[in-house]
């Protein structure tokens, strides 16, 4: 057997597909070249390469698309999309419907007053800006928090760093990175969410919120992302939860190295 | 007892049968052929892109995709040849839109299976990055060849080439792998420093 024939028959040979005759033909060829042994054995190497396991969370957003699907809203998303009207498409797809008449309706007053503001004369521009400001902020807001909310994690990625944009330090946007860093079921976007939340770090509530998901989390890398960030923040509240995790078997030998940092960090 | 009966019944029918009654309407059986095949999909895309966040994304993507095209789906056509067709399109698409997506830092990507031994998880580490450093064409042969289990023929036919053409692709995409491989276990980012890095991303 020359090693062209046996490149032809090597994922059936190292999957035991083989009759038998060519089987033995194969092992012989093997045994005798140096590469192309080695290429069988990489072809079993990648066995190493573990299985990965989908999100719970993946069951039920599948779950919730075919009984959106059953009850004919896909098929009137598609049909407005085939009439033309991407706009409609545009917001149906990025934001639920009371969203997007939200934001309709914030586009709106925008617009008017803009229109406003350039008919008339300019006595009071000062303050008309500013509300324009105001509106532009709000907008912005209703953006990233109805990002957080979608089903889809690329999306709430975005919408984590979207909430950047909103200048102002803003509660409700704290809430809602608060809430995603510690039920969000992507490490990713949690990551993201601890990331943003640095701006509020002085914040009581927002403090207080990162103590108990500190609590809540699972994932090794989002733990020390956490405990790095009470070092940085001087959160001497944070040593007794550090102890807990250092002194808590169950937990990630890394993570307890670096809780036990912690705690000598903020003593 | 009988409901029970019943769902045993649905759950041993063979794909194409589940399909054939998606086509027909009864979208519930799209649960019963998400329940086999998610894990696999998923597993698929993690290994062509790395990336844990866009895989799930694409596999809900297809499960869509599925059922707005049901109509196309022909009796008498294996499904999970079928189904990577979609499956493939689904990525390509995704390619276009996100572009960023290809500058994918394999880093990102956390093994939630934790393996054996710190040697198993260097191994490990190490052949995902190889794999991801393949080119793009290669790669994907060699995971439907090696991970989705499909047949000369069916890769032949997606990916409109000669089955000899696929099995020379599948070889040399191997040979190229192993190349990479060997260089990166020899090379700077070899062990200790990758194996910590593997370990510290075990969840």
Redesign the interface.
């Known amino acids: 057997m020359t090693c062209e024939q046996f490149?032809?028959l090597?994922?059936d040979y190292c999957e035991r597909r083989l009759p038998v005759r060519e089987m033995a033909f194969a092992r012989e060829h093997a045994e005798l070249c140096l590469?192309c042994r080695?290429?069988a054995e990489?072809?079993q190497?990648?066995s190493?390469?573990?299985?990965?396991?989908?999100?719970p969370d993946?069951?039920t957003?599948?779950?919730n698309?075919?009984n959106a699907?059953?009850e004919g809203r896909?098929e009137k998303k598609?049909l407005g999309r085939e009439r033309g009207s991407w706009f409609a498409a545009w917001m149906q797809s990025a934001f639920a419907p009371p969203l997007a008449s939200a934001l309709a309706a914030c586009l709106l007053l925008v617009g008017f007053i803009a229109g406003e503001h350039f008919s008339s004369s300019h006595t009071g521009d000062n303050q008309q800006i500013a509300t324009m400001q105001s509106e532009l902020t709000n907008l912005r807001q209703l953006v990233a928090l109805s990002m957080l909310e979608q089903?889809?994690?690329?999306q709430r990625?975005q919408g984590v760093n979207y909430s950047t944009q909103v200048e102002r330090p803003d509660p409700e946007i704290s809430a809602a990175l608060l809430h995603a860093l510690r039920f969000d079921s992507?490490?990713?976007?949690r990551l993201s969410a601890l990331d943003e939340l640095r701006r509020y770090k002085t914040d009581p509530q927002v403090r207080a919120g990162l103590l108990n998901a500190l609590q809540d989390q699972?994932?090794?890398?989002v733990q020390?992302a956490l405990i790095d960030l009470f070092v940085e923040m001087r959160e001497s509240d944070a040593k007794d939860h550090l102890r807990r995790i250092e002194q808590d078997s169950k937990v990630?030998p890394?993570v307890r190295q670096r809780a036990q940092w912690g705690i000598e960090q903020l003593s | 007892m009988d409901a029970h009966r019943a769902m045993t019944k649905t759950n041993s029918l063979p794909d194409e049968e589940l399909m054939l009654q998606v086509r027909e309407g009864v979208g519930e059986m799209l649960a019963v052929l998400f329940d086999r095949y998610q894990s696999p999909l998923f597993n698929f895309y993690c290994r062509l892109t790395g990336d844990r966040t866009a895989s799930e994304d694409l596999v809900q993507d297809v499960f869509f995709r599925i059922l707005k095209y049901r109509q196309t789906y022909r009796p008498g056509t294996p499904f999970r040849a079928w189904m990577y067709q979609i499956a493939r399109n689904a990525r390509i698409d995704y390619g276009r839109k996100h572009p960023e997506a290809i500058a994918f830092e394999p880093e990102m990507s956390p093994s939630v299976v934790p393996t054996d031994s710190a040697e198993e998880a260097q191994q490990a580490a190490l052949l995902r990055k190889a794999l991801l450093m393949l080119p793009e064409e290669k790669r994907e042969v060699l995971v439907l060849s090696r991970f989705q289990e499909l047949k000369y023929e069916e890769i032949a036919r997606m990916l409109d080439l000669e089955i000899g053409t696929v099995k020379v692709r599948i070889h040399r995409a191997l040979r190229e792998l192993r190349c990479i491989f060997e260089k990166l276990s020899s090379g700077p980012l070899a062990p200790p420093a990758a194996a910590e890095r593997e370990k510290e991303r075990l969840q």
């Open positions: 490149a032809e090597l994922s590469q080695a290429d990489m072809w190497k990648l190493s390469l573990p299985q990965q396991e989908p999100s993946s069951r957003r599948f779950e698309m075919l699907y059953q896909w598609a089903q889809s994690a690329s990625l992507s490490v990713d976007v699972q994932s090794p890398l020390i990630n890394t």
